[in-house]
């Protein structure tokens, strides 16, 4: 049974926020105290990382999540709380952090070695493979100030990477340099994974989290706000996120209506397969829409239509209408019609619903994207990428057969 690689307890950690700056020694000396606001970018952090795991840590931007890596390196201390690391530790936590800009690329792997832990005699033996990872082979003997990005960032991971420790922290370096490159280091961490090697990567890429991490936590404001597995985290987080953009979008839809008027909506409302009224919902889940009209006058051949749109691009994703199902509307009166899409085929992200009421030749009421709604990852399916699910399989053809 794997033990723990990372055990924190109750962290805490502070940084000084200064509301104003000494300019000379002088001043540094008569000023008799500096003004600061104390900012905490670590609350009471509580956490394990099983050995052999590839942990993820996600969160907005300021959440704590560079702090608790730099923690777990031993670049910070906690200033309160403990922090238990079994293992060797190498760290990414900003590509080429160590290396001397004077220094060669030669000469800036023997010295991460050394800040590594790593002998010469063990750069010695690691040399030919750090460089044939990173592919510089006619630049190692140039000063790493003359690289480009792309030249820095391989060679920083490759040092890292081969000096195989017990445990890699990775802070966002994957989204750093061209596509072979991301997929070498996909293809290295994949491997360093299946050594029983443990990984904590900070990352803002959820498809990163989901599909190399096992278990995450969500960092919000230095808190803790879930942890677990991956699937679970990353699909808490995005029904929060995705659910406050909902919050914007609704607030801002309610003057996207036109039309005639001789009938309207009078209500629209989103429930969940329990009845209830719902603005989320996973993949496959069921997702009803209640529209409730009147007319107040007999119209002919009144077709109530509705339309479902990406809120982030405003993709038309798909539309159908109640003549389309057979369904007449009697007119003149009022009642309530019912949508309801049993399996819902669509994949994490915010929509918007339109509804409208109309004939071939006239809209009498539109309401123009104006419900929104939030789909997140449900882990019965797999992970897709777009905007339906569209249900398919894959299998080998036998050898000499033509596909």
Known sequence: ???????????????????????????????????????????????????????????????????????????????RGEVEVNGTVASLLELGTGFHQDLTGRENVYLGGALMGRSNRDMDLLFDEIVDFAGIEPFIDVPVKNFSTGMYARLAFALAVTVEPDILL??????????????????RITSFRSQGRTIVIVSHSLDVVRSLCSGA???DGGEVRTAG???DVVSAYLGVVHGEVADDLE????????GSGEAEITGVRIVDDRGGSASSFRTGETMTVHIEY?????????VCGIAVFRADTMLYVFGQNSRQAGL??????????????PDLPLLPGVYLISVALHSDSRTYDCHDRRYPFVVSQNPAFAV??????????????ASGVTV
């Open 294 to 302: 009147r007319s107040g006058e007999r119209l002919d051949s009144i």
């Open 170 to 187: 990775v802070d966002e370096v994957l989204s750093v340099g061209d596509t072979s490159f991301q997929m070498r280091c996909f293809e």
């Open 251 to 258: 607030a801002s839809a309610s003057g996207n209506r036109f």
């Open 1 to 79: 049974m794997p033990g723990t690689a990372i055990a924190c307890n109750g962290l805490w950690k502070s940084y000084r926020l200064y509301h104003h700056r000494s300019h000379s020694l002088k001043e540094r000396l008569v000023s008799r105290r500096s003004v600061y606001d104390e900012f905490w970018a670590l609350r009471d952090v509580t956490l394990e990382v099983p050995e052999g795991s590839t942990f993820g840590i996600l969160g907005p931007n300021g959440s704590g999540k560079s702090t608790l890596l730099k923690t777990l390196a031993r670049i910070l201390t906690p200033d």
């Open 384 to 397: 897709e990428h777009g905007s339906v699910s569209v249900p398919s399989r894959w299998r080998v053809a």
């Open 229 to 231: 597995p991956s699937e």
């Open 328 to 341: 007449d509307i009697a007119t003149p009166g009022q009642g309530t019609l019912v949508y309801t899409v």
């Open 217 to 219: 936590v969500w960092l």
